[in-house]
Nanobody, 121 residues
Framework: QVQLVESGGGLVQAGGSLRLSCAAS????????MGWYRQAPGKQRELVAG???????NYADPVKGRFTISRDTAENTVYLEMNNVNREDTAVYYC???????????????WGQGTQVTVSS
């Protein structure tokens, strides 16, 4: 089993920045990729960004050039740096871990509990 704990959500003004963190514990040796999803009210959960153990990265089009995903393997932590946020970024953000390293068809095996990000105008 893998446990994922997110932190760093909150209220941020449009145009501002926020960094989310996700600490993994448990059977982390089995994880091949980690990612961030988000779910806005009334919308489906969507993949925002993913990163493999080998460092391959993929971003959803709406966040390209604004968000950066990174991973500290020594700390078993993945980050999502969110810059120039807008109101469409308001959502609950979920950390996810996969036993597969396929990014474009990310297969979630473990979820975090989610952290709320609210962007104010």
């Amino acid at each position: 089993q893998v446990q994922l704990v997110e932190s760093g959500g909150g209220l941020v003004q449009a145009g501002g920045s926020l960094r989310l963190s996700c600490a993994a514990s448990g059977s982390i040796f089995s994880i091949a990729a980690m990612g961030w999803y988000r779910q806005a009210p009334g919308k489906q959960r969507e993949l925002v960004a993913g990163i493999t153990n080998g460092g391959r990265i993929n971003y959803a089009d709406p966040v390209k050039g604004r968000f950066t995903i990174s991973r500290d393997t020594a700390e078993n932590t993945v980050y999502l740096e969110m810059n120039n946020v807008n109101r469409e970024d308001t959502a609950v953000y979920y950390c996810a871990a996969s036993l597969s390293d396929r990014l474009r068809s990310f297969s979630v095996d473990y979820w975090g509990q989610g952290t709320q990000v609210t962007v104010s105008s």
